[in-house]
Nanobody, 126 residues
């Protein structure tokens, strides 16, 4: 399983940015993808997640981003997106996508994810 995250950059407060995570590999190895972020000096935290295998693409979000961030999927393109809006300076971090096999809503810890992509830097600053 390979994950490739991209789309990071510099954006002003209040702006928007869309990250992409292209995944490859067998769905026997993973059925859910999450986005994590890690700010300098802080632990990596889960931003949200989406089920790859379910028909409804169930999602779940951290309280800090609920209503501002949206995770979606395009299974035909093997891509998961993180649409970020109303960005704040505290959203500045390196963002990672990660995959696991199993239920995803309650899997909030990094050790629960088997596969990781490289990070992409998001900087929110004026």
């Amino acid at each position: 399983v390979q994950l490739q995250a991209s789309g990071g950059g510099l954006v002003q407060p209040g702006g928007s940015l869309r990250l992409s995570c292209v995944h490859s590999g067998s769905t026997l190895d993973f059925n859910a993808i999450a986005w994590f972020r890690q700010a300098p000096g802080k632990e990596r935290e889960r931003v949200g997640c989406i089920s790859i295998s379910s028909s409804d693409g169930r999602t779940n979000y951290a309280d800090s981003v609920k209503g501002r961030f949206t995770i979606s999927r395009d299974n035909a393109e093997n891509t998961v997106y993180l649409q970020m809006s109303s960005l704040k300076p505290e959203d500045t971090a390196v963002y990672y996508c990660a995959a696991r096999f199993g239920q995803v809503v309650l899997a909030t810890q990094t050790y629960e994810y088997t596969y990781w992509g490289q990070g992409t830097q998001v900087t929110v600053s004026s």
